[in-house]
């Protein structure tokens, strides 16, 4: 395990701190952080909830939740306690700001930064909250959690009147993505080794595939989701994030700027797909009723209680239309309800150039690099191998298989922990900068006006299955196939 660093004496405000992600993910994340001793004594914890309750109460309902989730005992959890603290008021009421004004008086020293952990209507007010109320120290940072709207004109919305508060270097947007280790690990295997930057490119790479599948359905959010869909969820920001770090010409240096610029080209790079190609380039799709682990679930549209046409699996075949790149097939896939919770990154190269091993009757099945980043995390590189005995040549795909777990033999942190720790050392390399949202924005927009003007219908497709079968038909156009697939 990586060596801690402590952090310095911080107060970090989370407003929406009886909110779901607040709860479930910001509040556990600070817990192991705090366990792992990476907290001065005085670093506090201040979340910002409209529901009328004392401190005492709030870490009674933090608790509860708490608890079971970090398996840990009542000492432990009270000293974690000492530092949150609870103050209720309405943050679009300007006026109605003097009880976090009273706590943070006198810490003015300390890191401040504010987690944004809201729908993103409330981003802009919340942000022009501390500038009225003069709440704003000179390296303060705001984290604003996604989406970060829902098209490029209401994201560059929120964007401007966050920075009419603050300063680029001070707003970190969170993809939690590119937080999980195996996203990081990217960078590692590109970068610290120079076994694959010559491969890296069109004349050996045949096409690229990013799944990123889940089995869980909408459950209680599918109101909120109803209105969204997989390409605004995942699509927009996860699926691009990874495109991005598989895709990037190598950045001059870690520095946060340079990596961003990086990314920011091939987002700029990618071909539109607008009215005219979004039948052959992507694929909706819903889940209809089916079976999941070895239960019957129900169907979106009965889990709504009435028809959507709200997709919830989306597949692309993308084009970064570069030197690099061209002509190369990057297809993105994203789901509910399917067959496995799964994520990987797969490179599948082309086959030799000249088959030698045919007078053998033998088939060569192309290289492939797998880069797996949930549940099991780690990479698998699939090579030709031959068996071994007399008898002249018999082959064989085999795996070179590095499992993460097994080498390492850590706890892999939550990727909230270390994006947490990121903003309180102010440092914004793993956020994404404002040029990248929007421009995703951009090439998702048209995908989405192509669907309306098309009127592309979701196809559905049976929960616990691995999506609609024209998902593999648009690959099947090109020789291609999912992996994993059925
Ligand atoms: C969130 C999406 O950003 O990512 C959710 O809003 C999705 O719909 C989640 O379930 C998936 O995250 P992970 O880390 O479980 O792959």
């Not at 729908?119 to 000179?138: D, E, H, Q, R, Y």
């Not at 009419?164 to 970190?172: M, T, V, Y």
């Not at 590189?381 to 002249?392: C, L, R």
């Amino acid at each position: 395990m990586a060596q801690l660093i402590p952090v310095d004496p911080f107060d970090l405000i989370i407003v929406g701190g009886n909110g779901d992600l607040a709860v479930r993910k910001l509040i556990p994340s600070l817990f192991h952080r705090h366990r792992d001793k990476q907290f001065s004594d005085d670093s506090r914890i201040i979340a910002i909830g409209r529901v009328e309750i004392s401190r005492a109460a709030y870490i009674k309902e933090v608790k509860s939740a708490l608890m079971p989730a970090v398996s840990t005992d009542e000492s432990e959890f009270d000293l974690f306690s000492d530092r949150l603290h609870y103050c209720y008021f309405d943050v679009n009421d300007y006026g109605a700001w003097t009880p976090l004004a009273d706590m943070l008086i006198g810490h003015e020293r300390k890191i401040r930064a504010v987690y944004l952990a809201t729908p993103p209507s409330l981003f802009g007010a919340v942000a022009a909250g501390f500038k009225i109320n003069k709440l704003m120290t000179s390296d303060m940072r705001i984290v604003l959690e996604k989406p970060i709207g829902h098209d490029f004109v209401s994201a560059k919305a929120i964007n401007d009147q966050v920075g009419a508060c603050f300063e680029e270097n001070q707003i970190f947007r969170i993809d939690h993505y590119l937080g999980k280790e195996t996203v990081q690990n990217l960078l590692a295997l590109r970068f610290a080794n120079s076994l694959f930057e010559p491969l890296w490119r069109r004349e050996v790479i045949d096409h690229v595939q990013i799944t990123v599948a889940e089995v869980l359905g909408v459950e209680n959010r599918i109101e909120f989701y109803n209105d969204i869909g997989a390409l605004r969820d995942m699509v927009q920001n996860h699926l691009l994030q990874l495109l991005c770090l598989v895709a990037m010409e190598p950045p001059s240096s870690l520095d946060d700027d340079a990596v961003r610029d990086e990314k920011l080209k091939v987002l700029r790079a990618l071909k539109p797909i607008g009215t005219d190609l979004v039948k052959q380039s992507t694929v909706r799709g819903q889940y209809a009723s089916g079976a999941v682990d070895d239960a019957v679930v129900a169907g979106y549209a009965a889990q709504l209680n009435e028809p959507s046409n709200t997709e919830t699996y989306v597949a692309i075949k993308a084009e970064v239309d570069n030197w690099r790149w061209s002509g190369v097939p990057f297809y993105l896939r994203t789901g509910k309800r399917l067959a496995a919770k799964h994520s990987e990154i797969v490179i599948q190269f082309k086959p030799v150039p000249h088959a030698i091993f045919e007078d053998q009757n033998q088939q060569t099945a192309p290289n492939s690099l797998s880069i797996m980043l949930q549940p099991n995390e780690g990479i698998k590189m699939t090579i030709m191998s031959k068996e071994p005995g007399p008898g002249g040549f018999e082959l064989k795909p085999v795996s070179l298989d590095l499992s993460f777990e097994e080498t390492f033999g850590v706890r892999y942190p939550d990727a909230y922990e270390r994006l947490l720790i990121e903003v309180l050392r102010g440092n914004p390399a793993l956020f994404m900068r404002r040029d990248e949202v929007e421009t995703a924005w951009r090439w998702i927009d048209q995908i989405i006006l192509g669907w309306e003007q098309s009127q592309q219908p979701v196809e559905s497709y049976l929960a616990g299955s691995w999506g609609p079968a024209a998902a593999s038909v648009m690959l099947d156009r090109n020789g291609h196939a999912w992996t994993p697939g059925e």
